[in-house]
């Protein structure tokens, strides 16, 4: 049966060419990614600050790229935040042991964490800045998040500085439960010793936001700055429509959305987040002398009337 030798052959020779197919590993290790207009070199992208020329996407980017497009290369200097003793307390396995799961993801982001903290100047205001990396499992918050935002927040409070975060992430990392949980706790009462302290906390939401960072320090701003087109939720759009069971607009979960109603303060493409963030802090730290004297009330009565002024 000659025909049936050859459809088998034909098969084998299908699942090579397959198997030749670049890995995610490969296409994230190539000078190459994709947009609208198709590949597109990393390094014009980059020259863009890694938004695309043609269509305007902001493309999510580490917690290095962040503060280098923020501060400017070299113009910041990254704290080593503190990793608790036990990261797998639960010695948790799925599909593969979370132990393996965190060292790749290390291995890949050259992170110690998905959180980074950074300090600054914009405006020549000493600034203390976290970021998150979506690429590390998701940006997702465990015991070592938590104690590297609370890190930050302190740092913040004994240097007598203004607190920026770029908030994204998928939520609370699941591999360690109620442990990961109590997080947003922990980090909702570091935020409010930074107010306590009259020191300004500003938010900006960047792609994507979701679940329990979206549900305790992300939402906690005196001012929220969304990036362009970032999504920001709580529970995903899909999980959404079938619950309310309506079709939703096209824009919903976005920043833009979110601006409309009452949410987020300011949607800022990346470029101008330096002058915008600047030109807040300036305004808030002006208002009743310095930071340093300890008289700074950024209250949330006083907001919408600073960023009208700013605008
Ligand atoms: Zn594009």
Redesign the pocket.
Known sequence: MNWIKKALNFGQNIKRILKKRPSKKDIENSDWTS???GPILKKDLESNLWV?K????HHRISCVQRFDTFFGKGNYEILKTPIPGVEDALNWTDTKPYKDRLREAKKKTGQDCAVMICKGNINNIQITAAAINFSFLGGSISSSEGEAIIYGVQHAIDNKTPFVFFTSGGGMRMFQSAIALQNMTRTTLAINELKKNNLPYIVCIVDPCAGGITASFAMLGDIHFGETGALCAFAGRRVVQATVKEELPSDFQTVEYLQKHGFIDRVVNRKDLPSEIGNILSILLKKDNTVESGNLNATSENIEQITKAAS
């Not at 043609?54 to 996407?57: D, I, P, R, V």
């Open positions: 947009c609208c207009t695309c043609a269509c305007g996407k």
